[in-house]
């Protein structure tokens, strides 16, 4: 079974500086690993995705993810946050492929951007 | 193309009553998910499906069926609703291609009093 561990319930960062969202996970197998973001009141959006490759992963809005396996981690940055980043990030992992291919999130984490 | 479609988007239930929560996807995918999203405790998994005819418990099934008889509908029922019960639905998709990548509903916000 995989499992996430979002180490901050709450984030609060000044508008143009930069933010590190952490997640760590566990796993007995191969994982693929996720970010999804959700603004007010909305569904989830995907953000990116680590499936294979290079362990830099660049998604939509500026932001990019490092999976690292020793660490068994995968963090989120961004160089430069602005207000409208202000949501909540969920990171996500699953195994892959057949019975494993359950999406487990962790409890995520809220970014409030602050002028 | 629609693509995940949650029914109703508000409910407010009795204790004890039933309901169900309606999914449909057009997008033929095969896999699909029922998550129930409680603040601070992030989105848990209750059932999922990897096609018609077949479903599986994920992390909190206590309290809830599904049924898979199409492609494209997952619905969720609600049997003897407890407040515990109140929360954010969120139904989600994908096609089990290599991809990876759910496609979520817009959500049912629940409420049991």
């Known amino acids: 079974a995989q499992s996430v561990t979002q180490l901050d319930s709450q984030v609060p960062v000044f508008e143009e500086a930069p933010v590190e969202l952490r997640c760590n996970y566990s796993?007995?197998?191969?994982?693929?690993l996720f970010w999804y973001v959700q603004y007010p009141n909305q569904g989830l959006q995907l953000l990116l995705k680590y499936l294979s490759g290079s362990t830099l992963v660049k998604g939509i809005n500026g932001f990019e993810a490092e999976f690292n396996k020793s660490q068994t981690s995968f963090h989120l940055r961004k160089p430069s946050v602005h207000i409208s980043d202000t949501a909540e990030y969920f990171c996500?992992?699953?195994?892959?492929?057949?019975?494993?291919?359950?999406?487990?999130f962790g409890t995520g984490t809220l970014l409030a951007v602050q002028p | 193309n629609a693509g995940v479609t949650q029914t109703p988007k508000f409910r407010i239930l009795k204790i004890g009553q039933s309901m169900t929560l309606q999914c449909t996807q057009d997008m033929n995918h095969n896999y699909m998910y029922w998550y129930r999203q409680d603040p601070g405790m992030g989105l848990k998994l209750i059932y999922y499906s990897v096609g018609a005819g077949i479903t599986d418990k994920g992390e909190v099934p206590n309290g809830y069926n599904v049924s898979r008889s199409t492609t494209e509908d997952f619905p969720l029922r609600l049997e003897l609703a407890a407040p515990s019960q109140t929360s954010v639905y969120f139904c989600a998709s994908f096609l089990d291609s290599g991809a990876n990548v759910l496609t979520f509903g817009a959500g049912s916000r629940l409420t049991v009093l």
């Open positions: 796993s007995s197998v191969s994982v693929y």
């Open positions: 996500a992992v699953s195994g892959r492929g057949g019975a494993t291919n359950k999406l487990i």
